[in-house]
């Protein structure tokens, strides 16, 4: 019998689509799962008559392999991945390949691909965006770990994942250790922005434009023609067109408490401990947190008894500066988003192709759309480039936008529609291009109570002073570093 060119273990149905589509582009694929009925019953069921071979054990499953042998496990992120690590490496030879397709914490992948290494295997964190549907149809894949992998598993990746108008493919590798899952990291905290970013619109144009659900249906239908087309404007229209049984707007009866699974909050803690603002995708984090408190916001909403007043200017003139500041704010999302992958490819050694990374993100994930293109060619055009604000064509675009931007983040602020993430962003904005900031003052403020010492603008950087501010200070200062 043929031995399978792939196992994947973990049948949920990321991972059932996954194996469907394998087989469907010309691989068989070996399958196992802790709980064997669920093989069973997918053997039988979906891929009865298809080259997928039903395992009931780990043994069955390695025993089934083509060598090198390349175990795809789809675990939940944690101590599952670990736990099966150390079921598989006693099972396969040198050289054999694990894969991580789950949503690991980049630490967690660099750890493992160390460990994995060091027992003569190679391993691969791969970052999988899309969905159940993209699973199926072609995701976008993200692969780092261990370089000498990605030829062997190179074929399989890039015949199941998506595919941009040219052909290319939505997959390409990322970097040693993890690299791949860092990036699929700050993928989820792009879409964690673009999503809040989305959710503030609608606000805007529920609470303070007072528009109804069809009239919102409609915007959306137009906004994905113009330079916002993506997947997730696609399906704002679509959930904004939809009716529940009684005709009435199904997401108006979805309790506003949202969900997260961690993505979002580690790209948050990532910035904070390489000291780069990502404060857009911080307060969409926030608001997701905000939402969840619920029952307490539904009691101070009757405290304060706060009404939106009535808008009385252009409504269509205002829903295109809508249009504009969210365009607006999407870039500087994905500003930040990419200060934070150069930053972190210092920090931790890796070589990231940046035009690569946007190209990947171009189809199969949740956070597809036409501009991420635009980037693809700032980044070609200049790989070094240390900001995209700096990129011609978002230079000259944002300069567009700002007058619109400033309207809507005023509007919000003044009539008391809650937008934190554009409002944010446009802050960053302001701060980004602030030739001098007010940390003169808090450096001043720092030496004078803790001796922490500022640098002068008439010296050397690297030069430290201190200065006695109350005459019974002293002069010693205390050292200096960055935390």
């Given at each position: 019998m043929?031995?399978?060119d792939i196992?994947?273990?973990?049948?949920?149905?990321?991972?059932e689509?996954?194996?469907?589509?394998?087989e469907s582009?010309g691989f068989?694929v070996?399958?196992?799962?802790?709980?064997?009925?669920?093989?069973?019953?997918?053997?039988?069921g979906r891929?009865?008559?298809k080259n997928i071979?039903?395992?009931?054990?780990?043994?069955?499953?390695v025993?089934?392999?083509?060598?090198p042998?390349k175990v795809?496990?789809?675990v939940?992120a944690g101590?599952?991945?670990?736990?099966?690590i150390?079921q598989?490496?006693p099972?396969?030879?040198?050289?054999?390949?694990?894969?991580?397709?789950?949503?690991?914490?980049?630490p967690?992948?660099?750890?493992?691909?160390e460990y994995?290494?060091s027992k003569?295997?190679l391993?691969?964190g791969c970052?999988?965006?899309?969905?159940e549907?993209?699973?199926?149809k072609?995701?976008?894949m993200?692969?780092?770990?261990?370089?000498?992998?990605?030829?062997?598993?190179?074929?399989i990746?890039?015949a199941i994942?998506?595919k941009v108008e040219?052909?290319s493919p939505?997959?390409d590798w990322?970097?040693e250790?993890?690299?791949?899952?860092?990036?699929?990291?700050v993928?989820?905290g792009?879409?964690?922005?673009?999503m809040?970013?989305?959710?503030?619109?609608?606000?805007?144009?529920?609470?303070l434009?007072?528009?109804?659900?069809?009239?919102?249906h409609?915007i959306?239908t137009?906004?994905?023609?113009?330079?916002l087309d993506?997947y997730l404007?696609e399906?704002t229209?679509?959930?904004l067109?939809y009716?529940?049984?009684d005709?009435?707007?199904?997401v108006?009866?979805?309790?506003?408490t949202?969900?997260?699974?961690?993505t979002?909050?580690?790209t948050g803690?990532?910035a904070l401990d390489?000291?780069?603002?990502l404060t857009?995708?911080?307060?969409?984090?926030?608001?997701?947190?905000?939402?969840?408190?619920?029952e307490?916001r539904?009691e101070a909403?009757?405290?304060f008894?706060?009404?939106?007043p009535v808008?009385?200017?252009?409504?269509?003139a205002?829903i295109e500066a809508?249009?504009q500041?969210?365009f607006?704010?999407?870039i500087?999302?994905?500003?930040?988003?990419y200060?934070?992958?150069?930053?972190a490819a210092?920090?931790?050694?890796w070589?990231l192709?940046?035009?690569g990374?946007a190209?990947m993100?171009?189809g199969g994930?949740?956070?597809?759309s036409?501009?991420?293109g635009?980037i693809?060619?700032a980044?070609?055009?200049d790989?070094?480039?240390s900001n995209?604000l700096?990129d011609?064509?978002f230079k000259?675009?944002?300069?567009?936008?700002?007058?619109s931007?400033r309207?809507v983040?005023?509007?919000?602020l003044?009539?008391?529609?809650?937008?934190p993430?554009m409002?944010?962003?446009?802050?960053?904005?302001d701060g980004?291009?602030t030739e001098r900031?007010?940390?003169?003052l808090?450096?001043a403020?720092r030496?004078?109570?803790g001796?922490h010492?500022?640098?002068?603008?008439d010296?050397p950087r690297?030069?430290?002073?201190?200065?006695?501010?109350t005459g019974?200070?002293?002069n010693?200062?205390?050292?200096?570093?960055?935390a």
């Amino acid at each position: 019998m043929k031995k399978a060119d792939i196992g994947l273990i973990g049948l949920a149905v990321m991972g059932e689509n996954l194996v469907m589509n394998m087989e469907s582009k010309g691989f068989t694929v070996a399958v196992f799962n802790r709980t064997t009925a669920k093989v069973d019953a997918f053997v039988e069921g979906r891929a009865a008559g298809k080259n997928i071979i039903g395992c009931h054990s780990l043994q069955e499953l390695v025993d089934n392999l083509a060598k090198p042998r390349k175990v795809f496990m789809m675990v939940k992120a944690g101590g599952a991945v670990d736990s099966m690590i150390e079921q598989l490496l006693p099972l396969l030879e040198d050289g054999d390949i694990l894969i991580d397709g789950g949503n690991s914490h980049f630490p967690d992948t660099i750890r493992r691909t160390e460990y994995v290494e060091s027992k003569g295997k190679l391993y691969v964190g791969c970052g999988v965006s899309g969905g159940e549907e993209g699973a199926l149809k072609g995701p976008s894949m993200m692969p780092g770990g261990s370089p000498a992998a990605w030829p062997y598993v190179k074929p399989i990746f890039q015949a199941i994942c998506a595919k941009v108008e040219d052909g290319s493919p939505c997959c390409d590798w990322v970097g040693e250790n993890g690299a791949g899952h860092f990036v699929k990291m700050v993928h989820n905290g792009i879409e964690y922005g673009d999503m809040q970013l989305i959710c503030e619109a609608y606000q805007l144009m529920r609470d303070l434009l007072g528009l109804s659900y069809d009239e919102m249906h409609e915007i959306f239908t137009k906004w994905n023609e113009t330079e916002l087309d993506s997947y997730l404007i696609e399906i704002t229209r679509d959930i904004l067109g939809y009716k529940d049984e009684d005709g009435s707007p199904l997401v108006e009866h979805i309790r506003d408490t949202a969900g997260q699974k961690g993505t979002g909050k580690w790209t948050g803690i990532a910035a904070l401990d390489e000291g780069v603002p990502l404060t857009l995708i911080g307060e969409a984090v926030f608001a997701r947190c905000l939402s969840a408190m619920k029952e307490e916001r539904v009691e101070a909403a009757k405290a304060f008894d706060r009404k939106i007043p009535v808008f009385t200017g252009d409504k269509e003139a205002f829903i295109e500066a809508i249009r504009q500041a969210l365009f607006a704010s999407k870039i500087i999302s994905y500003a930040q988003g990419y200060t934070l992958m150069r930053t972190a490819a210092e920090h931790y050694g890796w070589n990231l192709n940046y035009g690569g990374i946007a190209l990947m993100w171009r189809g199969g994930c949740i956070i597809r759309s036409v501009f991420l293109g635009k980037i693809k060619e700032a980044y070609d055009k200049d790989p070094n480039l240390s900001n995209l604000l700096l990129d011609p064509y978002f230079k000259e675009t944002i300069e567009k936008l700002v007058p619109s931007w400033r309207t809507v983040a005023a509007a919000a602020l003044s009539y008391g529609v809650p937008a934190p993430a554009m409002t944010s962003a446009l802050s960053y904005f302001d701060g980004y291009t602030t030739e001098r900031l007010p940390a003169n003052l808090l450096q001043a403020q720092r030496d004078y109570f803790g001796a922490h010492t500022y640098e002068r603008l008439d010296a050397p950087r690297g030069q430290f002073f201190h200065t006695n501010w109350t005459g019974h200070g002293g002069n010693t200062a205390a050292s200096t570093y960055n935390a």
